[in-house]
């Protein structure tokens, strides 16, 4: 089916296929009829042998050659007949193989003779073939498998197998499966922590430098980019997973009292918290690896504050056998309060074999802080957010005169502590850094690519006595590369786009000077007090580090190209979000959104939901056709409605969860369909406010 | 070339309907066991291109049933050959297509399937004993489109095509087996199916699909290899279902997959100038569905049907 050229068939051609047409169809209904009747006679399993000669991929074939086998063997018990009766089979193999050597039929069988363990197995015959095999072809994955069988079913030790792999990649340095048995070995080798694995730092040390010897002398071929990728990924992940941000966050002092208190220098001022009207604190822990295992115990919580018997921690981002990276629970709040009074409540996160990472690796890195809550008195004040519609600043935050200016200790664990480690991390990765930068980079896109990788991963390891100048420094450098990188491989543009918009994030997040100029706090109409963050116009695709922006409460990601708002639901205390005027493109891509309680105001408007026949998020979000929803349960209300289902199913799971008050969603071709208008008003029954009109 | 290339649709309905009644000639025989494949393929196809009409559905149903082996509950590559997991999805498939699945013994095909889990969570492919990742989408597919996914133990089904999983964020056959792309479709279909998506690192096995695009505009399965057209479909579908189809470049695999086309005989071809087949004409097509090339139905890229028959059985009072 593969590689053969077009050619118009010609007569000669036509009678010759005739005849071998003919043979082969007498041969197959022949072995077949064998199959049927269980005929294990010598000239019936000859039959077999012919046509696998011809055809190894007559797989019927294969299995009536173990059923003859299996027949045939019962009658022997000398053991230079039963060895005669497998080399027979293996001889078969063979000659399938050099027909085709990726008959995936001939393997399998050879496999199986091998594990019916009847003889001794001729290790050189086998090892021969494989490195027979392997030199004409050194890319076929079924030898490769084949082999790492054999190694396993012979003990071979890893070692020794490495060792091969290390003569593959010198006859050839493009060898990606040899270089992909080398990262399997060495995982194992590592893990086992075999005499001269021990030790991380050094086999990586090796490694490095093995595999830049390779890209130094042929950059333009694939397998050591790869392979260096995986050895980068290795040195700039910490072992142990580590809380990386927490909402409220230290030191932060939340309050429903509208009341403005005098703040003196460098204290932070108080947050408006809207969950308080409803007695409800949500609290958010953000780690930098899906971590499972939070609970009462492994998260303690002492407070004067009375948070109930149970305190259940769920997780935030798309979970998997109970592992997240961002984890949330809703502090509900029991006390009776006559009059305005501030709680504290210290959080602390000692060391736990209950938190694990998914690769077993728990938490070892104690956190400890402190958050205030102020709550007044019972009878408070009922504040309905929407008698007009809530509207948006056009004009960027900074023009703004009356704007308060955010405390930026809200972005940082305080007591987070540094491991002892990633000084041998940071270094590995600067020397990488200083031998790229010296390789010419004009053709190569791999150069400049894993530069500004190495770059980024340095950005991120956090060392005491780094500061975050330096952090933009090096992100500086890394969009330098991303732009380069658009011209140099225009169709991988997206690719780069998408990382250069992460590093863009990055750079504006990190450090107050720049991150005071997107955000302020926005006194709305009605006097409540909200954070406002305003990230608009930045060709932004999608949503990174969104543990700096859990303590937001409007939120304008408007006029950016975002496909994704992956991340946002770490934003717990979001009660308006802007995204119109981007590129999202279905309502799963908004799933994200359903897990943000206390949302209201919502402008998805001039998108392009509706307008793409292909859903790339389909399988991403819950739904029935990835068996994470019940279909009967999620649709039965809607199906008695007379709601199209096939047609809106992915409308009905957005829009049921929510509570808006305000939504705009014009400009999106699914607004303009004849009865979405109804399907939103019976879907959203708290809705006020659709695309600038009261509705209620 | 001076015009723009455009898909020669009816060329291509003809050639799969000529196909599907030129049974013996020699390639037609070596490919003998897997003409229920073949089935799907070509009949998948028409369904993409509106036209599956073209064909008789009861004598379709009546050929799929003739491969089915009652005593296993397991479906042949063709009548009179063993039963085989890889035929019998072809065959729930097709029903599909046809809505027909009432044909079916139910239960016993789908304890086919489930009998062949193994105690690692992965499946073989018949009663032999062969596992590849391949039959774990297979087996999950089925059973998912038969509503009998309990019959299984799908965590340890996960947790073995989890365990496939490889450094470079792909998948391979077997545990420590190297990433290619229709082993990585077939594992990304498996936890696209089950809801276990995040186990992927997206953006890293991203990377690796979209760096399948060559100079030529089509995609390769691995590193090294040439453009085929058949990946169009391998890694295009598993880029759509980790979200990220557009780090590929689709004009240039749009014109890649155009100019594999026979256009005067019909039919699709591996690479530009070489022989049609059924396999390449389903997989040109399919990837064109997937970039939403007018004129094409759109595909389900994990159930690799088309959407209006997945929405039809999952929604569908």
């Not at chain 2, 089904?157 to 087996?177: E, H, I, R, T, W």
Request: charged content about 25%; glycine content about 6%.
């Amino acid at each position: 089916m593969h590689g053969r050229p077009r050619r118009a068939a010609k007569p000669e051609d036509e009678e010759a296929s005739s005849a071998k047409a003919a043979k082969l169809r007498d041969l197959q209904a022949q072995v077949l009829q064998n199959q049927h009747s269980g005929t294990y006679t010598k000239e019936a399993i000859g039959l077999s042998f012919k046509l696998l000669e011809i055809n190894p991929e007559a797989y019927t074939a294969w299995n009536y050659r173990k059923l003859a086998f299996q027949h045939n063997i019962k009658e022997l018990s000398e053991p230079e007949a039963i060895k005669s009766a497998i080399d027979d089979e293996l001889r078969v193999v063979e000659v399938a193989l050099r027909q085709n050597p990726k008959s995936y039929g001939a393997w399998y069988h050879r496999k199986w003779l091998l594990n019916q363990k009847l003889a001794p197995v001729d290790s050189k015959r086998e090892f021969g073939l494989l490195d027979k095999l392997l030199k004409v072809d050194a890319r076929n994955f079924h030898g490769w498998n084949y082999r790492r069988f054999l190694a396993r079913f012979m003990g071979v030790p890893d070692e020794e197998e490495l060792n091969y792999t290390m003569d593959k990649i010198s006859d050839n340095f493009s060898n990606y499966s040899a270089w992909h048995n080398r990262s399997i070995l060495l995982s194992n080798l590592l893990i086992k922590q075999n005499k001269g694995f021990e030790s991380k730092q050094k086999i990586f040390s090796q490694e490095f430098e093995l595999v830049t010897q390779a890209l130094f002398i042929g950059p333009s071929d694939q397998s050591g980019w790869f392979y260096h990728l995986w050895l980068l990924a290795q040195t700039s992940t910490p072992d142990n997973p580590q809380l990386i941000a927490s909402w409220p966050c230290s030191g932060a002092k939340l309050s429903s009292s509208l009341v403005k208190e005098k703040v003196e220098q460098n204290t932070l001022s108080s947050i408006w918290c809207h969950s308080l009207q409803e007695r409800t604190v949500p609290m958010v822990l953000y780690f930098n690896e899906p971590v499972k295992g939070l609970n009462q115990s492994s998260v303690k919580l002492k407070s004067d504050l009375d948070f109930g018997k149970d305190i259940h921690w769920r997780a935030l981002s798309m979970t998997d056998s109970g592992y997240s990276s961002c984890w949330t629970t809703y502090l509900q709040i029991a006390n009776e309060c006559s009059s305005s009074q501030q709680y504290s409540v210290e959080v602390s996160i000692p060391c736990s074999d209950d938190i694990v990472s998914r690769s077993g690796s728990n938490y070892n890195c104690p956190v400890h802080f402190t958050f205030t809550i102020e709550l007044i008195s019972d009878d408070a004040q009922d504040i309905d957010l929407f008698d007009k519609p809530v509207a948006y600043f056009s004009e960027p935050l900074e023009s703004h005169g009356n704007c308060e200016p955010i405390p930026f200790d809200l972005l940082k664990i305080t007591g987070a502590l540094v491991e002892e480690d990633s000084n041998w991390h940071f270094e590995r990765l600067s020397e990488e850094i200083d031998l790229f930068r010296e390789l010419p980079d004009d053709n190569c896109k791999f150069v400049k690519l894993t530069l500004a990788r190495l770059l980024l991963a340095c950005a991120a390891i956090k060392s005491c006595g780094r500061s975050p100048h330096e952090r933009k420094r090096y992100c500086e450098e890394a969009l330098g590369h991303f732009s380069d990188l658009i011209r140099l491989d225009p169709s991988h543009k997206q690719y780069y786009e998408d990382e250069r918009s992460l590093v863009l994030m990055d750079k504006l997040t990190c450090d107050m000077e720049t991150f005071v100029k997107h955000c302020s706090v926005q006194v709305q109409p009605n006097s409540i007090p909200l954070n406002h963050v305003q990230l608009c116009k930045l060709s932004l695709t999608h949503v990174g580090f969104a543990e700096r922006l859990m303590w937001v409460q409007v939120l304008d990601l408007s006029h950016n190209s975002l496909r994704s708002i992956e991340g946002l639901e770490a934003l717990q205390q979001l009660v308006s979000l802007n995204i119109s005027n981007n590129h999202i493109s279905s309502f799963t891509a908004l799933e994200p959104l359903t897990k943000i309680m206390f949302l209201k105001v919502l402008d998805l408007s001039s998108n392009e939901i509706g307008a793409h026949s292909m859903d790339t998020t389909r399988y991403i979000c819950s739904s029935p056709f990835s068996h994470k929803i019940e279909a009967h349960e999620a649709f039965e209300e809607c199906q008695k409605k007379n709601i199209n289902v096939e047609e809106y199913w992915d409308a009905i799971l957005f829009f049921k969860p929510l509570k808006l008050g305000q939504l705009d969603i014009k400009g999106n071709a699914v607004a303009s369909k004849e009865n979405f208008r109804t399907l939103v008003m019976t879907l959203i029954p708290s809705l006020k406010w659709l695309n600038g009109e009261c509705v209620n | 070339m001076a015009e723009e290339a455009e898909l020669a649709a009816d060329q291509h309905v003809r050639y799969i309907v000529t196909v599907e009644k030129k049974k013996d000639s020699f390639e037609s025989l070596v490919m003998e066991h897997i003409r229920l494949n073949g089935a799907y393929w070509g009949l998948t196809t028409l369904d993409l291109l509106h036209k599956l009409h073209a064909v008789e559905a009861a004598e379709v149903v009546d050929w799929i049933m003739s491969c089915y082996h009652p005593e296993s509950g397991g479906f042949g590559g063709n009548v009179g050959h063993d039963p085989h997991v890889l035929y019998t999805l072809s065959a729930v498939q097709v029903l599909c297509l046809f809505d027909r699945l009432d044909v079916l013994d139910v239960e016993k095909v789908a304890d086919y399937v489930a009998g062949l889990q193994n105690e690692d969570g992965s499946f073989s492919g018949d009663i032999w004993g062969e596992v590849d990742t391949r039959f774990s989408y297979i087996a999950l597919c089925t059973l998912s489109l038969l509503h009998r996914l309990h019959k299984i133990d799908v965590q340890k089904a996960v947790d073995f095509v989890v365990s496939c999983k490889n450094l470079d964020g792909g998948f391979g056959a077997m545990p420590g087996g190297e990433s290619h792309a229709g082993q990585i479709f077939c594992c990304v279909g498996a936890l696209a199916i089950t809801g276990s998506l995040h186990h992927i690192d997206r953006d890293r096995l991203g990377w690796w699909l979209c760096e399948r695009q060559c100079k030529d505009g089509g995609l390769n399965g691995r590193p090294e290899k040439l453009a085929d057209v058949c990946y169009s479909w391998w890694v295009l579908s598993s880029l759509i279902m980790i979200d990220r189809v557009h780090w590929i470049d689709k004009k240039n695999l749009t014109k890649f997959i155009l100019n594999c086309q026979d256009k005067e005989n019909g039919g699709i071809s591996d690479r530009p100038d070489n022989a049609v087949d059924i396999y390449h004409t389903y997989f040109g097509v399919a990837g064109l569905s997937l970039m939403e090339y007018p004129g094409v139905k759109p595909m389900d890229p994990a159930y690799a049907l088309p959407l209006d028959v997945v929405n039809r059985i999952f929604l569908r009072k």
